[in-house]
């Protein structure tokens, strides 16, 4: 089991993110999805602590660095920061 695998609430916490209510991560081993409710879901593959999310949406990366049980993360395109977040692992 990796050290992100779980399910994880996402907040936002600054940039040009909406409000992420309701997005969830679910992350197992290699590979992820982030889902807004039941409905959607995008899907990234796990490189170390970076979320590389796959087409349509290639180039946007999330970059996470731990922060005691949390993630902070920053949401970037193209290797620019367009945003910020917080996960919270659902136990």
Not at 3 to 19: M, S
């Amino acid at each position: 089991m990796g050290e992100l695998d779980g399910v994880w609430n996402v907040r936002r916490t600054g940039g040009l993110l909406p409000p992420l209510v309701g997005v969830q991560k679910r992350i197992s081993g290699s590979s992820g999805e982030t889902r807004v409710g039941p409905l959607l879901g995008v899907s990234f593959d796990v490189v170390g602590l970076d979320l590389h999310y796959r087409a349509p949406f290639a180039g946007f990366v999330d970059q996470l660095e731990p922060a005691g049980s949390r993630y902070l993360g920053r949401a970037t395109f193209r290797g620019r920061e367009f945003g910020r977040f917080v996960l919270t692992r659902i136990p």
